[in-house]
């Protein structure tokens, strides 16, 4: 049998090399410099049973055990292992804040903070003034405070863990009145009423799904009520036949019963985007102003920095918050706190943020700066693409993303692919959406109407060369 294997080319297991000696063949040293003989042992082993199995079952190409193919092999398979799972992407789905695809990128000056944060000790919770202990708070309370108008402010990791914090210190095992028309439900299937149930309070609902009174509040107020609560509804609207209360007169309502009013923004801004040139949105501080007790945001939608959940207000309420046990739990560490700060302080200068800060940036990217870059990609994509798909610049609309302004949508320009063959176009463009996918840095854009739509507004100029320079090649 091994001479008829060997006369065939084939070789059979008793040829197969063996693990030492594989380890000291010289094609195996850059593998071994590169991931360390542990990781290479494992990866010679998974490839050896493989050929070994081969073998057993009828033969391997003797070229296959050449320690050269070896050290291929095991190369390949430990530098894809090694890759990073988080990886760079060029986001052309047309929505800004794309969750799964990270939100908001952070500007320059937080990318700094956050690299001396990494790489030196900080003041994470020591006061350099009187060299004791300090409150890691301390860091940017005071910035919130000024931005907002609130007398007091407190971090943790997301918008729904201040919300649950804010339950659970104020609420637990009392009552929350809030209109039934504002029971979102946000992403990954998190429902205000089950985080509410999560935080020991009991949901009073009042009014209905499309129309809430004042006297709807006022009637639900009883011995066990702990607060009245509106929740932004920013991932959906109701249009029609509505009625809402506004925070002003939920506050009154509150306040008159001695109850805290709170708001639950969601997706906060800290600005009038109004000047920007972008749909109204009700800013903390109006929030504030208007007889908010406490307000509660996201740090990395509108607001353009790190996943961070913000709690601002009363000050007697905010310590109170701070005194729960379950405010270490969701605390944040030094790298969000040291990028959260750099972004407030740009809010001190509003005049620039749509220069630096980076979200505001790619929101108020003019249409007429889009359209020449679809143009020049065009050819560039058609290219790569291949004679069976047809790509053409076109307009097109963004939208802002992540619950924010969800009817709201921004002129943009960008690249449309269609599949210029017979048949049904859409295996033909899910092919090429999985190849632009498989790029060294992947291209993601959207399928929709027969085409394959990539949305340039968040291509910025200064990415536009590497974008170009990975699809010089035909994807095919």
């Known amino acids: 049998m091994a001479d008829q294997l060997s006369g065939a080319g084939l070789a059979a297991a008793s040829d197969i090399p063996s693990l030492d000696r594989l380890l000291n063949a010289e094609a195996l040293r850059p593998a071994l410099a590169t991931h360390g003989r542990t990781q290479v042992v494992a990866a010679l082993r998974r490839d050896l049973e493989a050929l070994r199995k081969r073998a057993l079952d009828g033969g391997v190409p003797r070229h296959e055990l050449d320690a050269a193919a070896v050290a291929a092999r095991t190369s390949a398979a430990l530098d894809e292992a090694a890759r990073p799972r988080l990886r760079a992407v060029y986001n052309l789905t047309g929505t800004v804040l794309h969750t799964n695809l990270g939100r908001a990128l952070l500007p320059d000056e937080a990318v700094a903070s956050v690299l001396r944060a990494l790489t030196s000790p900080a003041n994470l919770e020591f006061d350099l003034d009187t060299g004791g202990r300090g409150d890691r708070d301390d860091l940017i309370d005071d910035l919130l405070c000024e931005l907002t108008g609130a007398e007091a402010a407190t971090v943790v990791n997301n918008n729904a863990a201040a919300v649950l914090l804010m339950l659970n ?23 205000i009423p089950d985080i509410m149930k999560r935080a020991g309070a009991k949901l009073v609902e009042v009014g209905t799904t499309n129309r809430t009174h004042a006297a709807d509040y006022e009637n639900a107020i009883g011995p066990r009520t702990a607060m009245l609560m509106k929740v932004h509804c920013s991932n959906y609207a109701v249009t029609g036949f509505t009625k809402s209360v506004d925070v002003a007169d939920v506050a009154a309502l509150a306040h008159a019963r001695g109850l805290p009013a709170t708001v639950d923004l969601g997706s906060g801004t800290l600005v009038d985007l109004t000047q920007f040139g972008l749909p109204k949105e009700d800013t903390v501080r109006e929030t504030i102003a208007a007889g908010a007790d406490l307000v509660t945001f996201s740090g990395d939608k509108l ?141 993601i854009g959207r399928i929709a109407d027969d085409a394959l739509w990539l949305d340039l507004r968040c291509l910025e100029d200064r990415d536009e060369a590497a974008f170009t320079a990975q699809l010089a090649e035909p994807l095919a």
């Open 303 to 443: 607001l353009g920095g790190p996943q961070a959940g913000l709690l601002v207000g009363r000050a007697d309420l905010i310590r109170k918050i701070k005194k729960n046990p379950l405010k270490r739990a969701l605390r944040v560490g030094k790298l969000t706190l040291a990028a959260l700060e750099p972004v407030l302080q740009l809010y001190r200068a509003p005049e620039f943020l749509a220069q630096r800060l980076t979200t505001l940036r790619l929101l108020t990217r003019p249409m007429r700066d889009i359209q020449p870059q679809a143009e020049r990609l065009r050819g560039v994509l058609a290219h790569a693409a291949g004679p069976g798909y047809a790509v053409e610049a076109v307009p097109m609309f963004s939208q802002i993303g992540s619950g924010a302004l969800p009817i709201d949508q921004l002129p943009s320009y960008g690249l449309a692919v269609r599949y210029a063959g017979c048949g049904r176009p859409g295996r033909h463009l899910d092919r090429l959406e999985t190849q632009l996918r498989r790029l060294p840095v992947p291209v």
């Open 169 to 191: 210190a104020l609420a637990d095992r009392r009552e929350v009145v809030v209109s039934r028309g504002e029971l979102v439900e946000i992403g990954g299937a998190f429902r």
